[in-house]
C-alpha cells in the first residue's frame, strides 16, 4: 500500500512507477527554511489553494527558484487541519483531469507547516505570532470567501464577534478578520516590517474588501501608530488580484482511481462544519491568477509559475471580462438550465446542443461585443478555452446545482453588466438581447422549485430564496395566466438585475419568455428551442 506521509514516500520507486509526480526538492531543508525564515503564510487551507498556490511554489522549489515553502492556515473549520493536513504531514495529492481524458497525478509537498487561526489556543496563536513578527515574511495571502471579509450581516448590523473584538482590542480577538488584525498589530509592533496582504478570493475588488475591513479595526483599536502603518501602502499593502480554476469537491470516480493504485487512507471525511475533505484535490488544467504587482517586501518569482503581475486596472479588467462576459455568466446559464433539464453535471450539458447554444450567443454574439479588454489576456482565446475545453471536460465531476448556489447575488454582475453597456452605448439597443434575457426568466423559473417535466425540484441555497418565492408564490406550472402582474416589481428591481429592466427596455421580453416556460413539461426546453 502506498502511504501519503512522510514515511510512506521514502519508497520513491513505488510511487513513480504508478506515474505519480514526486517532489524534487529536499522537503526537510524546505521546512527549515521556511520556519526560520517565512516568506508566504496563506489563510484558507481549501481544495483551491492545494490545487494553485501550492502546486506553484513546487514548482518553483522543484527549479530551485525557491528554498521556503508555504505556511497553511485556517481559520474557519480547524477540524481542515486536524484531519486533513496533519495526518498526512501536510503532504497532499494533485489530481489534474485533462479534457482529453489523461491524468496527472502530483504529490504536493510545499507546505512546510500548517497553523490553526485560533486565539484560544496559545501554542497555536503564538507560532502564528511568530511568523508575522519576523521580517522575512513577504505576504500573507487569503482564500476565505467573499463573506470571509464581510463584518456585518444582511441587515448591516455589525456581527457580535466583530463588534465585541473591535470594542476589546487585539489580545484575545474571535472574529476571523480579528484575529488576522491581531497578527497584522504583532507585526507593527515589533518593527512595522512591511508586507502585502494578498485576497485571492473569487470576488470582485476583492483586495479592498480586505484592506476595508482590516483598516476597521486598525482604526478601532485606537493605536494611531498601526492605523497609520495600515494605511501606508509603502508598509501594508493590498493588492487586487483575479483567480480562476474549478476545483470541485472529491470526487468519488477520482477516489476509486487513486486506491486501485494501492494508496490507502483515502475516505474522505466530513467535519462537524459540514465541510468535505479528502487527503487529495482534484482539478480542471486551466488556471489563471492576475496579481497586481505592489508587494512593499519584495515577493517570489512566482511570474515563473504562470502567474501574471501587472497593475492594478488591468486586474479589474480582466475580471470584468471573466466574470461579466467570458465565463461567469455561461457557468449560471448552464446552472439555472441545467438544474431545470435534470443534468447532474456541467460537462453533460455540453453535449446538449440547444444549452451549447445558448451560451454560445450569451458570450460570444451577446458578451463580446461589449467586452471588456485587459491586454494580458485575449477575451475571444479565454472564452474559446472555455466552451470548447473547460466546460465540456467529462472528468471534472462540477454539478449545476453547486453553481446555482447564491445566484440573487451573482446575477447583477453576471448579466446586469453587459445590459448597462448597451444601455450607456448609443450604437446599441438593449431591448435586442435573447439569450440574457431568457436566461433571466429561466432563473425566474428555476424559483418555483419544478423541474422541465413538473417534477419537484431542490433549489440551491440562496440568501434571497425566501423573499423570491415569496413574491413568486401562486405562479404556478401549467398556467402561464398565474404569472400575471408577478413580476412587474422583481423586475424594476435593480439589486436583483444590476439595473431596472424596464429601463432596459426587456422587462416584457423576459416576462413572455417566462410564461412560455410555464406552459407545461418540456415547456422550458422548448423556450430555448424556439428564441435560440
Known amino acids: 500500500m502506498l502511504e501519503l506521509n512522510e514515511t510512506g514516500l521514502t519508497a520513491r520507486s513505488a510511487w513513480e512507477e504508478k506515474g505519480y509526480i514526486l517532489p524534487g526538492f529536499d522537503r526537510k531543508a524546505m521546512i527549515a527554511a521556511t520556519l526560520k525564515a517565512p516568506r508566504w503564510v496563506h489563510f484558507g487551507a481549501g481544495n483551491i489553494f492545494r490545487a494553485f498556490q501550492c502546486h506553484a511554489v513546487q514548482k518553483l522549489l522543484d527549479e530551485g527558484a525557491m528554498d521556503t515553502g508555504l505556511i497553511a492556515v485556517e481559520g474557519y473549520d480547524y477540524e481542515i487541519i486536524e484531519k486533513g493536513y496533519r495526518p498526512n504531514d501536510n503532504y497532499t495529492l494533485l489530481v489534474t483531469l485533462r479534457g482529453d481524458g489523461s491524468v496527472e497525478k502530483t504529490v504536493i509537498g510545499s507546505i512546510a507547516a500548517s497553523c490553526i487561526l485560533d486565539s484560544g489556543n496559545e501554542a497555536e496563536f503564538s507560532a502564528l505570532k511568530a511568523v508575522f513578527e519576523n521580517p522575512s515574511l513577504q505576504m500573507a495571502s ?97 493588492p487586487w488580484t483575479m483567480i480562476d480554476k474549478i476545483t470541485p469537491r472529491p470526487d468519488a470516480s477520482v477516489e476509486a482511481m487513486l486506491r486501485s493504485d494501492g494508496l490507502s487512507g483515502l475516505r474522505p471525511a466530513v467535519t462537524s462544519k459540514n465541510t468535505y475533505i479528502a487527503p487529495f484535490v482534484n482539478a480542471e488544467e486551466s488556471e489563471y491568477l492576475v496579481v497586481e504587482d505592489s508587494f512593499p517586501n519584495g515577493r517570489p518569482p512566482l511570474e515563473r509559475a504562470g502567474l501574471i503581475f501587472t497593475d492594478r486596472e488591468t486586474v479589474n479588467r480582466v475580471e470584468r471580462m471573466k466574470v461579466t462576459t467570458c465565463l461567469n455568466p455561461l457557468h449560471t446559464a448552464l446552472a ?197
Open 142 to 238: 487569503f482564500t476565505i470567501t467573499e463573506k470571509g471579509y464581510s463584518l456585518v450581516n444582511a441587515q448591516g448590523q455589525t456581527l457580535p464577534a466583530a463588534a465585541a473584538d473591535l470594542k476589546a482590542g487585539p489580545e484575545k480577538p474571535q472574529s476571523y478578520i480579528g484575529k488576522v488584525a491581531a497578527l497584522l498589530y504583532a507585526r507593527y509592533r515589533a518593527g512595522a516590517h512591511p508586507i502585502a496582504m494578498v485576497s485571492m478570493d473569487n470576488c470582485s475588488h476583492n483586495g479592498e474588501k480586505l484592506y476595508a475591513a482590516i483598516r476597521t479595526f486598525a482604526e478601532a483599536w485606537g493605536d494611531a501608530g498601526f492605523a497609520a502603518y495600515v494605511n501606508d501602502p509603502q508598509k501594508v499593502s493590498f
Open 336 to 532: 439555472v438550465f441545467g438544474c431545470l433539464l435534470g443534468y447532474e453535471r456541467i460537462s453533460d450539458e455540453m453535449r446538449d446542443d440547444d444549452l451549447v447554444r445558448l451560451i454560445r450567443r450569451i458570450g460570444y454574439d451577446e458578451g463580446l461585443p461589449v467586452v471588456t479588454d485587459p491586454g494580458v489576456i485575449n477575451p475571444r482565446e479565454f472564452i474559446d478555452t472555455v466552451v470548447h475545453t473547460r466546460l465540456p471536460n467529462p472528468f471534472m465531476p462540477d454539478t449545476p446545482q453547486r453553481i446555482a448556489c447564491d445566484t440573487s447575488q451573482k446575477i447583477p454582475i453576471r448579466f446586469g453588466e453587459t445590459i448597462k453597456a448597451y444601455m450607456a452605448d448609443p450604437e446599441r439597443d438593449a431591448s435586442e438581447l435573447n439569450a440574457i434575457p431568457l436566461t433571466l426568466a429561466g432563473w425566474l423559473r428555476y424559483l418555483l422549485g419544478k423541474d422541465d417535466t413538473g417534477a419537484d425540484m431542490a433549489v440551491s441555497p440562496d440568501p434571497l430564496l425566501g423573499e423570491l418565492q415569496k413574491a413568486l408564490e401562486g405562479v404556478t406550472v401549467g398556467d402561464p395566466d398565474s404569472a400575471e402582474g408577478r413580476l412587474d416589481a422583481l423586475l424594476t428591481d435593480a439589486r436583483l438585475f444590476g439595473v431596472s429592466l424596464k429601463d432596459a427596455g426587456l422587462d416584457k421580453k423576459v416576462t413572455d419568455f417566462f410564461r412560455s416556460m410555464l406552459a407545461g413539461p418540456g415547456s422550458v426546453r422548448a423556450a430555448i428551442q424556439n428564441n435560440i
